[in-house]
DNA sequence: GCCAAAATGGAATAAATATTCCATGAGCGG
DNA sequence: CCGCTCATGGAATATTTATTCCATTTTGGC
């Protein structure tokens, strides 16, 4: 890999740009490596920065962004800032300057409440998107979808993110059951080698469905844990983990992030199923 | 107001910016009037955009534009767009990447959907930012909050928000019912006229729901819906109306919106209510 | 309908910014 | 250690972009 053989054509999304820059930056020379670190870890800059801008931030002469632009296949800074503007979808300047008016309420005030909800939610999705893990949630997809029925577990906060994928799964015609803990009947029982058994559950984690989850262990079910990762008591050999970390205010947590992987999740197993 | 009276001070903030420009658009002369709306509509464009392109989008010569920028305060369009370029807070484009990323899968590989599920939850959550209603959470607050106690309503997939907001009335120390409809139980006739309702239901409309409504209106019951708000039949007289619009993948909606919604009316009474 | 004040458009100029080029230095194979 | 190739930094230049200025048009008051 020298300077002289560049790519021919210029990548035509933030995508490709994005593969292109992995595929290349070990290869470079130093002071390439530099402007393909720096400009790695703030694409977000690019669109409104200028060649110096960046130069100085990855500590180099600004000729050497220009031939960092050449062979990543622009003809110059220009072309390549062109694609970073023109993808730039935006970041809803309404939304962020009404967040702020929202927000300049009282602490109390509803309005300033919601934004932060507003934007709890909001960080929580977009840290999901960075850290989702495909590969665990097609694992669990099968493992769910494999069972003759599927247990839902998820109590106290976690219990509006099991309701919600029992809808989603009985509108789908899935067979589901939703352990509610009510009428504080076991129905634990009903959990049979053949099933599967998704449980939720946050820190502090509610013993029953610790519980649940150790007693379809020992049964031989398939499990699924949809829990916020570190040290997670249902973190047992044997049980899928998918982890979400969610955004708090204040005492209460954002449910946006559990409930999109747990929305997903429901779809793709209605959808394996055959049964939409 | 003429070009001659330009204010001393520059914006300092996007908040400042467009406060002013509310302020001044009203007054201003045709060429400036079109300035002024073009950059309103377009506030995300301007950190990416040079003179001519704004003036071209405008629809004006480009000296309109630098004599639109000296009236708002700046020296010129740079210094004004530096303060778009500095609050940026960026599109997150590791978020934005990832999102393309994950999407890229098969339609219905758990992936793709999750990328799906979280781009509704934050469209859902953005639009509620621009779209909420102050005022009116302020007035559903202070009803519920003067209730005896409150009762919430929300069944098939509005029941994972009442039940969310349930736990938390629960963890504040307010008195709540949470209506299941388990059992068969018909729960409505607890309802009194010292207490307060939150009715929580979208299209179509569950028939528990609206008939709850009817009757605690009967009974002379504070009420507050949570609805979608086109010609939702729970937008009785006397009822105070919060509407949320979710953003639907699929035959799902997100509930970020509607859930952000609740959490701060819960949180904003138990506030209120002085118990937390 | 005339006059003064204000607004406007476009061309001229200034400034910022990108881009090229080349002399120099570093690294590598023989 | 020499010679070759490639990488590098900085200065010179080209290009784009912002800004000013002023002649002309429009507007509003009388």
Redesign the pocket.
Known sequence: ????DRPADAPASLDAFARRLQDMAPG??????QCADHVGRNLDRVAV?????LAEGAG????????F??IMGF???????RLFREDYGGARPDYATRLRALREGAGSSPGALLAEFIDAGRASLERLATQANETAMETATHRLAAGRMIHLAGFRRAYPVASYMAYALERMGVAAMLHSGAGHLDQSQAISADDAVLAITFAPYSAETVDLVALAQKRGARIVALTDGVASPVALAGVTVLTVEEVDFGAFRSLSATLAVAMALAVAIGTRRGTV
């Open positions: 890999m020298t300077l002289q470079l020379p130093k002071r390439l490596r920065s200028t060649v110096a801008d180099v002469p600004p000729s050497a962004v220009m031939r632009c050449q003809s110059g800074f220009s072309e390549m800032q």
